[in-house]
């Protein structure tokens, strides 16, 4: 079975760039058919998709993220990487990634604060 698991700074100040890494187990980010995905929820309200990366390496990120995001991976640690810039408290939520929408990590909690 997949697992994933998310890590990164709790704590990002404004304008600063935010680096999250999905670390998969159980399954190659490379097999076929998956979209790595990386999905956020803002304090009390609902999911928000912010892209993926699939098996073959094509990216879709949401259009109201696309200037500020960038989503790669490292094959040979198996892992898939956000990458956020300008943040801004806007950006305060729990961040998860998941293999299509069957598995996924427990997510990452991140807070921009100076």
């Known amino acids: 079975q997949v697992q994933l698991q998310e890590s990164g700074p709790g704590l990002v100040k404004p304008s600063q760039t935010l680096s999250l890494t999905c670390t998969v187990s159980?399954?190659?980010?490379?097999?076929?058919?998956?979209?790595w995905n990386w999905i956020r929820q803002p304090p009390g309200k609902g999911l928000e998709w912010i892209g993926y990366i699939a098996y073959n390496g094509d990216t879709s990120i949401t259009p109201s993220l696309k200037s500020r995001t960038s989503i790669s991976r490292d094959t040979s640690k198996n892992l898939v990487t956000l990458q956020l810039s300008s943040v801004t408290p806007e950006d305060d939520g729990k961040y998860y990634c998941?293999?299509?929408?069957?598995?996924w990590g427990q997510g990452t909690q991140v807070n921009v604060s100076s």
């Open positions: 159980g399954g190659s980010i490379l097999k076929n058919g998956y979209h």
């Open positions: 998941a293999a299509g929408l069957a598995y």
